[in-house]
């Protein structure tokens, strides 16, 4: 099950607009690669948080990964509000994807 259900580009909102790939895996894991450099960022896709908030004027969703019921965040990348908006409507695809498999007998 390492096949990549979901792949696709953003633009991080900040001080650099980096792009990164972010990619979702059957096993609903999300792992993020910064172009043009060696970070990555990975977490169960049931641990993700999304919070909207506004940054220079830009509607946005900070994507967090956080333990259970955490108050601080393992790590937090800034979207647009569109872009998160379609990361979010494809982890919960994944997620029931995922479920529908693990209910078949």
Do not use: C
Not at 4 to 23: C, L
Not at 48 to 77: K, L
Request: aromatic fraction near 12%; avoid cysteine; proline fraction near 4%.
């Amino acid at each position: 099950m390492s096949q990549i259900n979901y792949e696709r580009t953003y633009k991080v909102i900040g001080r650099d607009q980096a792009e990164a790939k972010f990619s979702i895996f059957p096993t609903y894991m999300l792992q993020i690669d910064f172009k043009g450099s060696l970070i990555k960022l990975r977490a169960p896709g049931d641990a993700i948080r999304f919070e909207p908030r506004t940054v220079m004027g830009i509607s946005a969703v900070d994507v967090s990964y956080t333990a259970d019921h955490a108050q601080s965040a393992f790590w937090t990348v800034t979207l647009a509000k569109d872009d998160a908006d379609e990361l979010w409507s494809t982890l919960a695809q994944v997620q029931q994807a995922v479920e529908d498999f693990n209910r078949k007998p």
